[in-house]
Each structure stands twice: as structure tokens, then as C-alpha cells.
């Protein structure tokens, strides 16, 4: 694969050293004016083969793919240069803020041969995959809840004024948007949309700061925390009549769950291993560029669509 970078904040600065272990063609990293000696620094220290400053330069450069890691409210209009480059899109979470972006860039003539990914990790992992697979066991679903609450190290600067991107409604940031959208994506490749969903925030500056996310599928009801201004061990479960499924770590960390039934027998399934938790995602991107699997890229595509759909319906803001 021939990558191109676009951003340089937290996401990409955990990637490049997963990046650099896949060895690709080539790949090239672009910022902004705002973060040039950034940019350049980090080149540098992964000896990537260039970078740039503005997405028309890295566009017209040497590659095949843009992996879209900016600021949640830049998604549309960079992922829609990339596509209408002949670029294959992989735009981090959440795809975009409205379903009328994602739907846009989908509908885009220029996707003929272009795949068009969201980086919602979970869905490329193999405990993922086996938790789908063992769902049946469980008998039928009667409760369902999520958590993912974790102290942001950009709280302490957000309470003092300081708004990182991901705590700013104007870049579309939140609780909902940056860690419960794990949550909702888990359900809705579990479960499909819901009847009915509601979302009750905890509100700090215009922003949501954590939040508890209800859907109603009518057999059972499903619920899910997230938070970025307090923390708490990760323990989500769904609960079957047969059996209860857990999950001790945050969605997009998933690498084990276990099964206990009502006689209280317990099995675990640890797919565990060295490797980077991202590392799953951009292997599985690269086998659908190279195999040409639309039949995967359209399902996980409906995925994505159902969540924007819902997290802009929830918003508060």
C-alpha cells in the first residue's frame, strides 16, 4: 500500500509506529501551517518518504490510499478531495458528523474502484468476530450494557479553559462522539438500529463530558456509558436467558470475552497478542483494497451509516 497521513494529533502519533511495522510501499504525512514543525519532526523520526502542509500537494503525490485522522468536523471535506482524487478513504471515528456527509461521499461517481472505510477498530479484531459468532449461545438477549469511561488527559486542560478539539463542540467533540461511539457501533453490528434511542449528557462548556446512551430493541433494552471527566474499570456484559456474555476492557481494545451460564460455568475466549490493537484494522483495510471485497466494505459502510445516523440524532449540541 501507498499511504498518505492526513493529521497529526493524538490517533496519529499512536499509528506511525504501527505504520512503519507494516512496511508499506510508501507513506507520506501531512499537517497543517499550525503544525508544521510537528509534522516535519515526526517524518523525521519514522523516516517517512515526505510530508506536507495541505491536502492538494498530497494528493497529487505517489499513493493509493489517505488514512483521515483531522479533527471529527474536517472528515467530509478532506475524505471528499481524496475520493475525487481516485484516493481510497479510511477516515477515523466517527466517519463523519451527519448522514447526509457520509451519504454524499458515498453516492460520489468518483467511488467507482474506491473504497470508502471508517478506522472503528472493533469491527477488524478476531475477539469481535467471535463474540458474533457466539452471540446464539447466550439464548435470547434480555439486557444489554456497554461502558467506557475513562479520565481524558485533556480534562484537567478543559476545565481550566484550555479546549482541545476533542472536548470542542465546534469540532464535534464529546463523550458521545470520541468514546460511546465505540459503544453504539458494538450494538449496531450486534443487534442492527434500534426501535428507539435517547441520550442523557452530563453538559460542561456546551459540551458533553460524559453520558449515558438508552436504545430500545423492544425484546430488550440496551444501555451505554461513556465518559471522559471520570474513570472506572471497563466491565461490559450482554445478558442472555442461557447465558451472560462479558467483556472486561474498552470496546476498541477488545482482545477477550468470557461466557458464564445461569449454572454458573465460565469460558473464555482470549485472542490476545503482542501486536498493536490498531493493528488488525489496517491489514484488514489493506486485504479489501487488494482483493477488491466490496461485499465487506459495503456492510461495515451500512454500519457506519447507522451510527452517524443515530449520533447525529443524539448530539446535544
Known amino acids: 500500500m501507498k499511504l498518505g497521513i492526513m493529521g497529526t494529533g493524538k490517533i496519529v502519533q499512536e499509528v506511525l509506529p504501527l505504520i512503519a511495522s507494516l512496511h508499506p510501499e510508501k507513506?507520506?504525512?501531512?499537517?497543517?501551517e499550525h503544525s508544521a514543525a510537528r509534522t516535519k519532526k515526526l517524518c523525521e523520526?519514522?523516516?517517512?518518504?515526505?510530508?506536507?502542509?495541505?491536502?492538494?500537494?498530497?494528493?497529487?503525490?505517489?499513493?493509493?490510499?489517505?488514512?483521515?485522522?483531522l479533527p471529527n468536523n474536517l472528515h467530509f471535506a478532506f475524505a471528499k478531495q481524496a475520493i475525487d482524487a481516485g484516493k481510497h478513504v479510511f477516515l477515523e471515528k466517527p466517519a463523519t458528523v451527519t448522514r447526509q456527509e457520509?451519504?454524499?461521499?458515498?453516492?460520489?461517481?468518483?467511488?467507482?474502484?474506491?473504497?470508502?472505510?471508517?478506522?472503528?477498530?472493533?469491527?477488524?479484531?478476531?475477539?469481535?468476530?467471535?463474540?458474533?459468532?457466539?452471540?446464539?449461545?447466550?439464548?435470547?438477549?434480555?439486557?444489554?450494557?456497554?461502558?467506557?469511561?475513562?479520565?481524558?488527559?485533556?480534562?484537567?486542560?478543559?476545565?481550566?479553559?484550555?479546549?482541545?478539539?476533542?472536548?470542542?463542540?465546534?469540532?464535534?467533540?464529546?463523550?458521545?462522539?470520541?468514546?460511546?461511539?465505540?459503544?453504539?457501533?458494538?450494538?449496531?453490528?450486534l443487534f442492527g438500529r434500534p426501535r428507539e434511542a435517547h441520550y442523557h449528557p452530563t453538559m460542561q462548556r456546551g459540551v458533553d463530558t460524559s453520558g449515558i446512551l438508552t436504545l430500545d430493541y423492544g425484546t430488550f433494552?440496551?444501555?451505554?456509558?461513556?465518559?471522559?471527566?471520570?474513570?472506572?474499570?471497563?466491565?461490559?456484559?450482554?445478558?442472555?436467558?442461557?447465558?451472560?456474555?462479558?467483556?472486561?476492557?474498552?470496546?476498541?481494545?477488545?482482545?477477550?470475552?468470557?461466557i458464564t451460564d445461569r449454572h454458573g460455568r465460565t469460558q473464555t475466549f482470549d485472542f490476545h497478542t503482542e501486536q498493536h490493537r490498531l493493528y488488525p484494522e489496517f491489514v484488514e483495510f489493506d486485504r479489501i483494497l487488494r482483493e477488491k471485497d466490496t461485499k465487506t466494505a459495503q456492510e461495515l459502510l451500512k454500519v457506519s451509516m447507522d451510527a452517524v445516523t443515530l449520533l447525529e440524532q443524539l448530539r446535544p449540541y
Open 27 to 32: 507513506c507520506y504525512l501531512m499537517g497543517r
Open 102 to 189: 457520509l451519504a454524499e461521499l458515498a453516492a460520489d461517481p468518483a467511488m467507482q474502484g474506491v473504497f470508502l472505510l471508517e478506522a472503528m477498530s472493533l469491527h477488524y479484531t478476531p475477539a469481535f468476530r467471535s463474540l458474533r459468532e457466539h452471540l446464539a449461545d447466550l439464548g435470547p438477549i434480555r439486557l444489554v450494557d456497554f461502558q467506557f469511561c475513562q479520565y481524558s488527559s485533556r480534562y484537567d486542560d478543559f476545565c481550566a479553559g484550555k479546549i482541545a478539539p476533542a472536548f470542542d463542540p465546534a469540532c464535534m467533540g464529546g463523550a458521545l462522539m470520541d468514546l460511546n461511539v465505540y459503544n453504539l457501533h458494538a450494538i449496531l453490528a
Open 221 to 258: 433494552q440496551a444501555v451505554a456509558l461513556a465518559a471522559k471527566d471520570c474513570h472506572a474499570p471497563v466491565t461490559s456484559t450482554i445478558i442472555g436467558e442461557n447465558a451472560c456474555l462479558t467483556i472486561r476492557m474498552p470496546m476498541n481494545k477488545i482482545d477477550a470475552f468470557e
Open 45 to 69: 523520526t519514522y523516516r517517512l518518504d515526505g510530508y506536507f502542509l495541505n491536502a492538494g500537494d498530497l494528493l497529487v503525490a505517489d499513493i493509493d490510499a489517505v488514512y483521515l485522522a
